[in-house]
């Protein structure tokens, strides 16, 4: 019952049969069958099927808070376990391409240091395919990357979507508009992040394919640089939404302008790793919290007032 229970918890966080099948390995009707196996055995139905689509009973939420509680505990166990096997403080290597390293890793390192005090994380940089390598050599312990990971050998399993969003300094003059479109952003005084990834490679391609020519006055390897001189060069920017947070807008004076064909353009952040017959347990737990603190923690910031 306990393993159809986590099955359970990841059907709740995928939002979806399909999704928590590819994500676990298995087949949908297999799947499906062990939901209703679990329902049996508790009495009782854990969701209700409306349409296609799957809601939570009450005893549905109890249930998840429940697995929620079971990872806890299991975690706390590996960590405890580990103490006797080393004297060490335990170590995850998280490889992580650079966009995602600035917008997605220090929420996680956080969350993640505050619950395990004693946990050691490191990061290693890279493209996405040079993360995909290193995860197959085992290098790196899981690696996180903003891109499709095109090979068998690695499982990717999807975390959130992103999009870029326009930043503007609040007093910015292209503000007085009533509506700003995407035509708006040709001969736009902007600074961009640096050629190389995936962000300014969706950059660009939006900007071809709306036959648009800002006016790029830098081109910078930092997001945080990028913030701060915005207002200076009165200039604007795209940024990806999984880097905005109301505080970080405030600190810098910014608005974030919502535009229909930005937020079309979407990236798949996603977690990968290897053959999980090589994982240690408490790198499966790790990936398996990884999964639940986007699951938990929405990506979307709160737009400017």
């Keep these: 019952m306990l393993e159809d229970i986590k099955l359970f918890a990841t059907v709740v966080e995928q939002t979806s049969l399909n ?8 087949t949908q009707p297999a799947l499906s069958r062990r939901i209703a196996r679990l329902e049996r055995e508790l009495g009782i ?21 429940f697995a929620q509680e079971l990872r806890r505990i299991h975690g706390e166990y590996l960590q405890r376990l580990s103490e006797f096997k080393s004297e060490e403080a335990p170590v995850a290597t998280i490889g992580a391409s650079l966009t995602t390293l600035q917008t997605t890793l220090p929420g996680l390192i956080k969350a993640m240091t505050e619950k ?3 946990l050691e994380i490191k990061a ?29 050998s690695v499982t990717s399993i999807p975390l959130f979507d992103d999009i870029l ?13 009533p509506q700003l479109t995407i035509a708006d952003l040709n001969g736009l005084p902007m600074i961009l992040f640096a050629p190389g990834t995936w962000y300014r490679t969706m950059t660009d391609e939006l900007f071809r394919q709306y036959g648009l020519k800002p006016d790029v006055r830098m081109e910078i390897d930092s997001f945080e640089a990028i913030v701060r001189l915005l207002s200076a060069c009165r200039a604007g920017t795209l940024l990806p939404k999984s880097y905005l947070r109301p505080q970080l807008l405030a600190d810098n004076e910014l608005y974030v302008v919502r535009i229909r064909e930005l937020e079309l353009a979407k990236r798949t952040t996603s977690l990968v790793h290897g053959n999980p017959e090589w994982l240690a347990a408490s790198t499966r737990y790790l990936i398996e919290e990884t ?11 709160e737009p400017s007032p």
């Excluded at 790196?140 to 090979?151: N, Y």
């Excluded at 999964?291 to 910031?301: E, K, M, S």
């Design 19 to 26: 999704k928590a099948a590819e994500r676990l390995n298995l």
């Design 45 to 65: 139905d854990l969701f209700r099927r409306v349409g296609k689509r799957l809601e939570l009973t009450a005893a549905g939420q109890l249930t998840y808070e």
């Design 116 to 118: 395990h005090p004693n």
């Design 124 to 152: 290693v940089t890279g493209k996405s395919h040079e993360i995909a390598t290193l995860v197959k050599e085992r290098k790196v312990d899981f690696g996180i990357v903003a891109s499709a990971v095109e090979d068998d």
């Design 165 to 177: 969003m326009l930043v503007l300094p609040r007093t910015h003059y292209i503000l007085e508009r």
């Design 291 to 301: 999964i639940a603190f986007f699951a938990r923690n929405g990506r979307d910031p």
